[in-house]
């Protein structure tokens, strides 16, 4: 009955609950012969360095080389289930294959029971792997509004992860934006749970394919951090986040829904507490709703140290051994321990925890079965696919890919007339982030904080080298300002002033390039949205000079640059555009592509002010009887282009909607340009009068269409009943009747709507 109702979720067609069936039979015949250590040993995940040889110093031997005594240790006396990451440096693929074939013997030689399973953050490309391709950064891919480009980008990185032998990738991140301040806003999909689902749904089909099993070119997905870890109240990562039950349903929760709906394999638990429960104590939402409610069937892993911090930054478990109990009853399937000895100690106490009873057998085979479920998907058991095969690892065709995403999302903001450039303008280039291939790719870039600039991709262009390259070196180059990590507090100070405010006197056109230093996770936190003064005298002086200043922002969040918006003839917002961001910058200057990109979250114009796009319609009152409160810098979706688009004609099937029909919406829209772009179709909801008070307005559906000189092209989207609900303070579904109002671009029509009973 059991193993039927797996088999069934898996897969529907025929063929596949047959393989599903003997995928659990044989699972549970494994399950049958492992002893308690072993299957303890299954959950346990530790780093890559607690296996590794170190110098007199400590530090690790270069080239890396595994301790033979500690491997065995961890293999065949602790038997641990996974191993991930490095985080200090970038591998070749031939490391890479060293790391996993020197593993995967372990369990082709007969030493353990069954094969490691290795992941790592490959977030934007393989960023641990030499010579990989770097895209942009989760943020940037959603200003592409393209779900198409999110699967491919997924898809390659897939590929090139199997290149360097891994098959778990901890991505994509599903955590809503709704703290500009936190380190991790490039990570996610952006502010809105619409577009975030969509996204990541692609995303994962990118990451997975469409098979049971992964095949050789795809990898387990993990969605992560299940669930709210983005919600903090004070901005600073890993603290604690409030969410009423409404939030949680209508925000937080549907790009998880969605991914497991798209069969995600794995899911990553968030660090922090959502009203005052750690993620890693939350039985209801990994147990009741992630796994009972939604049926997910693969395994959750904690996140670093996490079953520790229950004990010691959370407080909720005196001991570690009571802590370890928690997480894993409430339903973390792996712990990533993940250093040494701290595994063995975390493995000893499990054991111990399983003799007393304190974790069920039937918990534990649980998380074991789920274990072996994924490294049964991703054949790990099987013969492992030779890394020669990958001949389009780093090749043109990908990054042309990546290329394509950078054109798609560098998102134009204001454009007085300036741009695109002709290309005859005297141009200096000018600020802290325009010559190193670390402002473009942020962090998780070759290390974790993306600092170290030893490892940036040979043969990539900085913009300054893409503005060279462009301009046959006739431009001028100064840095203006840089940016420096002062133990990990972002700073910037100006250099070479003198030389700034000269080469300022030479040109027509400035391109000021400011932004942030790359980092995330706890590193990054910031006290204050501000850009810092620094980078916003850069513009002051060139504006004092009265110099045309085009600002392009690099940058992971948000930073406000409200004092330094109305004096720029342009402003260009390339996210964190990957290591073809610059080439793709300069094809969008100087007008040979056309701009595409749209906001993905709502652009502050305040450091205080916290708003979003589908705020209750309170946040609209302002102190003069009016409803203008609600500025933004942008607002989300916002973006402009080179064409001139026009919205015409939108219209609703009916103006009744009854019971559970569809209504059917239509509009018009046209380039009356005679350039050629891609446009973003969005349409919004608002629900005129709700019980509980309604969202200002809600994105429901999207579409990216490409428009030829002067095409007129009529758009369809079918809305159902179900686009009608809302949750309740309560956290039930509600859906009521009334007038509803559709909006695209500036067109609004209504309908009312009529359950029928
Ligand atoms: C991060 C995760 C990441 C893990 C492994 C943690 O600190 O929060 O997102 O997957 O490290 O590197």
Redesign the pocket.
Known sequence: MFIGAIALFISSCLENKEAAYEIETNIGLLIEKMTIEEKVGQTCQITLDALLQKDENGLLTNPIKFDEEKLKEALTEYHIGSV??V?WCTFSKEEWDYVNTTLRNAYSSGKIITPIIYGI?AIHGVNYTKGATLFPQEIGLAATWNPDLAEEFASITAYETRASGIPWN?SPVLDIARQPLWSRTFETLGEDPYLASELGASIIKGYQGDSLYIDDYHVAACM??FVGYSGTNSGRDRTPAWIPEKYMQELYLPAFKKAVDQGALTV?VN?GTVNGVPGHANKRLLTDILKQEWSFKGFAVS??EDFIMLHTVHKTDSTLKEAYISAFNAGVDMS?VPLAPQYKEYCEIMIDAVKEGRISMERLDDAVRRILRVKTLTKLFENQPDLKKYDKFGSEEFKLASRNAALESITLLKNDSILPLKGTEKVLIAGPTANNLIYLNGAWTHTWQGQDTSFNTVGCLTIKQAFERRLDKKMLFAQGAELYSDNFIEKSRLVDTQEYLKKLDQVEVVILCLGEMPST?KPGDITSLNLNPEQLELARMAYNKNKKVVLVLTEGRPRVIRDIVDNASAIVQCYLPGDYGAEALVQLIYGEQNFSGKLPYTYPRYDGIIEFYDHERSVDRDNNGGFNAFNPQWEFGFGLSYSQIQYNNLQLSTPQLVGDSILNVTVEVTNMSTIACKEVVQLYLSDDYASTAPANKRLKRFVKISLEPNEKKIINFNLSTEDLVFIDAEGKERKENGKFTIKINSLVSSFDYKSGK
């Open positions: 991930l990451n985080g953050d901890f992560k951090h990553m660090s996140d670093w990533m996770e």
